[in-house]
């Protein structure tokens, strides 16, 4: 590990210099695992959107081949913004954006923006066929702005349907929904609304689960509550029980992915063993705390650990638990035992999971290190992240939110160099979020419970 980097993840896939933001093209592919994000490999700010690509077999042993996609064609010049991948014969086809802004005086929302569907294919991830448009401004529908982008495919009865994030004229968000016979040819079919949520849904995805459809998609424009929608954006669900793309689509509530202060844009693939595994962006566009120390080390961002999805019989919900294969980095029990009115406190280094059960009593409290406190209230079934130093948090707060069964009965934490993964109830809610911990790190929990505590490796990462 690179001493000058203090904050560089050991588990966690950042950019090994520079930017990164949502993940793109996830798939496998003959046993690998492709994992490409949104990159800008000088400017740690970000700036000029390329594709960076990770593959691995395991989650354990990661290889990360470098740039596949530049903002080279006439399409893409302003970026290659984000994309989904099909797998179809050995191949991976790849859709994303091409963004283009005219010179001019343009706002760039309703005028001076082109939004162009691309394809590339590739059997690796490192080489890349030439460049395709397939879909420009005028092939959307008429009464949008230019924001339309971030593609992402699926098969569905016979035939493949591709959804798109946009924002109308009016400022809706909204999603089109396209169908193709060739992942070629395109044709529009209809937009999928739910009126006043959001002037613009940024990367939806689309997918079946327990043989119910799910919409994810991450709006722009929701005003803040108290327990939630508490970031700049937001990204969340909504079900859609037995819809089939003929019907009309209803959208049930709306759940949020994550109530931490890192989490966006995420992405979902069904795996070779079909799991359907989730992986956000950990960060948050336009976030007022946008001067993360990273930035003097020269890269910003990471991507979440990977989270299979599984429905939740009784509620209907969609649970996210860590991919079994994160049980590999376990490398050594720290601790393990009842922890009753007698506080439990550790000196920590970074990477560590730890596993909270039989949670009983009033309150539970984890002081990750000085200044950031995780605390549960039984009585109101709330959980709350907060910061009082303003150097571990930079800038982040607090983020509140309740717990749907109301109890917290388990809890599961990753914990790396800069961040923290908070999963509830085996998943019920989560809370992501990026801290910087000064000097040692000691961690201190009171409350009545069970507790592990397992150091966790670095994942092995090959140029
Ligand atoms: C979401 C997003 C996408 C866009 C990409 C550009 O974070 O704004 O809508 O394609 O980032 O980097």
Known sequence: MDKEKRYYPLFHLGPMSGWLNDPNGLCQLSGVHHIFFQY???????????????????????????????????EDRDGV???????????????????VKWAGAYDYVYAGRE???????????????????????????GNLSCHVRDPKVFLHQGRYYMVQG?????????????????????????AIFKPKFGYMWECPDLFWLSGKAFL??????????????????????????????LDEASLEEFHEWDYGFDFYAPQTYEDEQGRRILIGWMGMPDAPYDHDPTIAEGWQHMLTI????????????????????????????????????EP????MEDGYELLISDIKGETLTIIFCDGVTFTYHAAYGKCCLTFTDERVGCGRDER????????????????????????????????????????????????????????????DICK
Request: with cysteine; proline share 4%.
């Open 306 to 341: 990977p989270r299979q999805l599984q429905v939740d019989d009784v509620t209907g919900r969609i649970r996210q638990t860590p991919l079994p294969e994160m049980l590999q980095l376990r490398e050594e029990e720290l601790f393990c035992c009842e922890m009753e009115n």
């Open 400 to 459: 509140r939110m309740y717990l749907q069964s109301s109890a917290l009965r388990t809890l599961r934490v990753f914990v790396d160099a800069c961040s923290i993964e908070l999963f509830c109830n085996d998943g019920e809610e989560v809370m992501t979020t990026k801290y910087f911990p000064q000097d040692e790190i000691v961690l201190r929990m009171d409350g009545s419970a069970k507790v592990c505590g397992y150091r966790l490796r670095a994942v």
């Open 344 to 347: 439990l406190l550790r000196k």
């Open 81 to 99: 913004y984000s994309g989904c991948a099909y797998v179809k014969d050995g191949r991976m086809y790849l859709f994303y954006t091409g963004n």
């Open 115 to 141: 939004a162009n569907t691309m394809l590339v294919t590739s059997c690796d991830g490192v080489l890349a066929s030439p460049k395709e448009c397939l879909m420009r401004n005028e092939d959307y529908p």
């Open 166 to 190: 946009a924002r109308t004229r009016d400022d809706e968000g909204c999603v089109l929904l396209f169908s193709s016979m060739d992942l070629r040819h395109w044709g529009f079919e209809k």
């Open 216 to 245: 994810s998609v991450s709006p722009q424009g929701l005003a803040a509550e108290e327990f939630c929608y508490q970031n700049v954006y937001q990204s969340g669900y909504f079900s859609m029980g037995k819809w089939s793309v």
């Open 40 to 74: 800008s490999p000088d400017e740690p700010r970000g700036g000029r959107k390329c594709w960076g690509h990770y593959e691995t077999r395991d989650f354990v042993s990661y290889r990360f081949t470098g740039t596949f996609l530049e903002p080279d064609a006439v």
